[in-house]
């Protein structure tokens, strides 16, 4: 699994983000995006575990068809995005999935 955290994310990627989501809720604008690329499994594993961390958003990113879920991101203040990506490393790399 691939993780990454966007700090003050540009309009522009906000907008990517925004037309290749799953639902049609607008976002508004997040102190910072964690983004979680992975198996499909994993991904399930890990929204589950982000939910469960803290108090974030949490959106699935299509990839090329549709029902390719290839990326999640993980919306909401720096310290709960930080802590949600900290917790899904934390929880992989203990394979406590």
């Given at each position: 699994?691939?993780?990454?955290?966007?700090?003050?994310?540009?309009?522009?990627?906000?907008?990517?983000?925004?037309?290749?989501?799953?639902?049609?809720?607008?976002?508004?604008?997040?102190?910072?995006?964690?983004?979680v690329?992975?198996?499909?499994?994993?991904?399930?594993?890990?929204?589950?575990v982000?939910?469960?961390?803290?108090g974030?958003?949490?959106?699935?990113?299509?990839?090329?068809?549709?029902?390719?879920?290839?990326?999640?991101?993980?919306?909401?203040d720096?310290?709960?995005?930080?802590?949600?990506?900290?917790?899904?490393?934390?929880?992989?790399?203990?394979?406590?999935?």
């Open positions: 699994m691939d993780c990454r955290i966007i700090k003050s994310p540009g309009e522009n990627t906000l907008a990517i983000l925004n037309r290749r989501k799953g639902s049609k809720e607008e976002l508004g604008t997040p102190d910072a995006i964690g983004l690329q992975g198996k499909l499994i994993e991904m399930i594993c890990a929204t589950d982000a939910e469960k961390a803290v974030v958003t949490i959106e699935d990113i299509r990839g090329s068809c549709p029902q390719n879920m290839i990326l999640l991101a993980i919306f909401g720096t310290a709960s995005v930080t802590a949600a990506i900290e917790e899904i490393k934390r929880r992989e790399k203990n394979s406590q999935w």
